[in-house]
Nanobody, 126 residues
Framework: QVQLVESGGGLVHPGGSLRVSCLLS????????VAWFRQAPGKERDFVAA????????IYEDSVKGRFTMSRDNAKNTVYLQMNSLKPEDTAVYYC???????????????????WGQGTQVTVSS
């Protein structure tokens, strides 16, 4: 059974940093495309970052480029999202997602992912 478990969310001041993690069980991380999405209250689930299967080069949404860094540790079957220079508009529930078959052009499309974690809340506020 595939499980994704996020952790590391919390409350941080504007300009601060936070790292969220996603532990995968039931699948081999290196063989899958993995992504981070976020959903703010009353809004749709938006793409944040992703790594295509077999790749260590992340793809980022424009508003987080230069501030967020996605990485993966295949030995630990864990994906990370390091978030720096956080802004109030980054406040959301952050989800990791996994899929083994999607094509690269669909990597930003939440509907293409088969497996999701439960989410972790990130709040940026003074």
């Amino acid at each position: 059974q595939v499980q994704l478990v996020e952790s590391g969310g919390g409350l941080v001041h504007p300009g601060g940093s936070l790292r969220v993690s996603c532990l995968l069980s039931g699948r081999t991380l290196s063989r899958n495309t993995v992504a981070w999405f976020r959903q703010a209250p009353g809004k749709e689930r938006d793409f944040v970052a992703a790594m295509f299967r077999g790749s260590y080069t992340p793809i980022y949404e424009d508003s987080v480029k230069g501030r967020f860094t996605m990485s993966r540790d295949n030995a630990k079957n864990t994906v990370y999202l390091q978030m720096n220079s956080l802004k109030p508009e980054d406040t959301a529930v952050y989800y990791c997602a996994l899929d083994s078959r999607l094509i690269l052009s669909s990597i930003r499309n939440a509907e293409q992912y088969d497996y999701w974690g439960q989410g972790t809340q990130v709040t940026v506020s003074s």
